[in-house]
């Protein structure tokens, strides 16, 4: 066994960083790493945490972390901010608003660059967080950056989404821009004591409840959207045994609103062992094993055909070549091997 997956196994604070650190730089023999310590993964509760810039995604996350050291279970956070597109830096700043748990042995933060990867995490996060969870996280929480028109990835990598939204961003219109209603189980609508929080929190649910009709007439169920404005309260609810998503108002900063928003989070987790949400884990799952095996192709390729790209580009840029006919031979040199 990798020496830095002993150590990790071990519950090594200072060596679990380290193969953090492997991991996310990608250092020889992260492989490896990882490989061993695979088995001694899947225990641990993975949540999501994305919404807009300004959501106040940091502050839901740190009053989270609190939830669920009361419980005395283990939480470990991957913070993870943008990269500069000029420098490749990063501020890696969200733990300042975490850092009342620093002095924690059972809180583990680590945050990472996105190193230019897009969908709202870093290449390495989700990684990290089966580092994190060898280690004995029972919670692993995933901040993602802020959310745009397509930073989803989270999905993939989390049993449950939580969308912090506020009021004055114009987050009812961004969830619909975004697909936030397809990929959100839980909305926290933070800075709830402002003007505006009740009406964006109706806007969310009436959304909700709205495509909740759209995929009941698609299998052929009707039900009225009225019935499901009030989606606090509602448990499972979808006739099919889909997850209805809830709203959950709250004031991180002052930690109200803390229960209510774990009790959502809770009701979902359970939902998990739902037969609909044992499929959707699966389908997760594979989606997973499509984006590694995307990525390791991306690699191959770039590394073998490196040459070749560049003599290629050369041709395209004299317009002796189209990029779409370059394409298909680099695909073919490829498959030559």
Known sequence: ?????????????????????????????????????????????????????????????????????????????????????????AILGDRIRMQR??????????SVATRGALGGLSRSSLDVARVLAAWGADVVIIETVGVGQDELEIVKAAHTVLVVAAPGLGDEIQAIKAGLLECADVFAVNKADRDGADA???????????????????AHSRRHAAGHLDLAKQTVAHADGAWVPRVVKCVASK????????????????????????????????????????????????????????????????RELDPYSAVEELVRAFRRG
């Open 200 to 218: 964006t929190a109706r806007d969310l649910e009436l959304m909700i409840a709205l495509s909740g009709e759209v995929k009941s007439a698609g």
């Open 1 to 89: 066994m990798h020496p830095l997956a002993q150590a990790v196994l071990a519950g090594d604070v200072r060596k679990t960083a380290r193969a953090c650190r492997v991991c996310d730089d990608r250092l020889p023999g992260h492989l490896e790493l990882l490989r061993d310590l695979y088995p001694h993964t899947g225990r641990a509760y993975v949540l999501g945490v994305t919404g807009n810039p300004g959501a106040g995604k940091s502050t839901v996350t740190n009053q989270l972390i609190g939830a669920y050291r009361e419980r005395g279970q283990k939480v470990a956070v991957v913070a993870i901010d943008p990269s500069s597109p000029f420098s490749g830096g």
């Open 101 to 110: 748990h620093f002095e924690d042995p059972s809180v583990f933060i680590r």
């Open 255 to 318: 930690g109200e609103g803390t229960a209510a928003l774990l009790a959502s989070l809770d009701a979902h987790r359970a939902w998990l062992a739902s037969p609909e949400g044992v499929t959707r884990a699966a389908a997760r799952q594979v989606e997973l094993l499509r984006a590694s095996l995307k990525d390791a192709i991306l690699d191959a390729a770039a590394l073998a055909l490196d040459a070749e790209i560049e003599r290629m580009s050369a041709r395209v840029a004299a």
